[in-house]
């Protein structure tokens, strides 16, 4: 299973670009890079999900270079409703899905 | 109504007492989970069933016990509960197959606390 790296907490602006990173140094050939964002007293919700190069959606892009060892989230403009905890994963499947302590973001006014 | 259904939203009980905690969803999904979360980390896996005959320990399976009644529903126990099993706990199910691969859906959650 890819152990994951990210921050752990990162501030931002209303407005702003926010970009998180994660390091995923040993993912597998299989694994597809996940991202899920959690709100506070909520369960985690899918945002988004890539194997390389870059995928966009209505909520954000994933970017993955060609090596897959890191892979950024990009939030295009947050606002203040953006505050929440970001998870990355490296995972084939519902069951292999780690959850580490993710990135906690927060949107300031 | 939500997908994934979890009662009850929250409950306090005391230590030695059983507690269940229920899981119903309408996805129709196969795979169902359950999930813990402590203050300020991330989630942990306490089992895991892949079809109602199919049930397996996830990374912290002791001191809970699951029932798979039916592929709508999930139930987790704790025979005995004790204070460091207060958490926030999740059910979430997901599909076998398909894209995005190993989606998962998460419940509201159930708050637990141990007295």
């Known amino acids: 299973l890819a152990k994951t790296t990210q921050p752990i907490s990162m501030d931002s602006y209303e407005g702003q670009e926010v970009n998180i990173t994660c390091s995923h140094n040993n993912i597998a050939t299989n694994d597809y890079i996940t991202w899920y964002q959690q709100f506070p007293s909520q369960g985690p919700r899918f945002i988004i999900q890539g194997y390389k190069t870059k995928v966009t959606n209505e909520v954000a892009s994933l970017f993955i270079p060609a090596d897959r060892k890191s892979s950024t989230l990009s939030l295009p403009r947050v606002s203040l409703s953006d505050t929440a905890v970001y998870y990355c994963?490296?995972?084939?499947?519902?069951?292999?899905?780690?959850f580490g302590a993710g990135t906690r973001l927060f949107v300031k006014a | 109504d939500a997908d994934v259904t979890q009662t009850p939203r929250n409950r306090i009980t005391k230590t030695g007492k059983r507690i269940m905690l229920e899981c119903s969803q309408t996805k129709g999904h196969d795979r169902m989970y359950w999930y813990r979360q402590d203050p300020g980390l991330g989630l942990r896996l306490i089992y895991y069933s892949f079809d109602v005959k199919d049930i397996n320990k996830g990374e912290i399976s002791d001191g809970y016990s699951v029932s798979r009644q039916a592929q709508a529903k999930f139930s987790l126990s704790l025979e005995s509960a004790i204070p460091n099993q207060t958490a926030l706990y999740f059910c979430a199910t997901s599909e076998g197959t398909g894209s995005p691969r190993g989606e998962l859906f998460f419940g509201e959650g159930s708050r637990l606390t141990v007295l």
């Open positions: 994963l490296g995972n084939t499947g519902g069951f292999k899905t780690i």
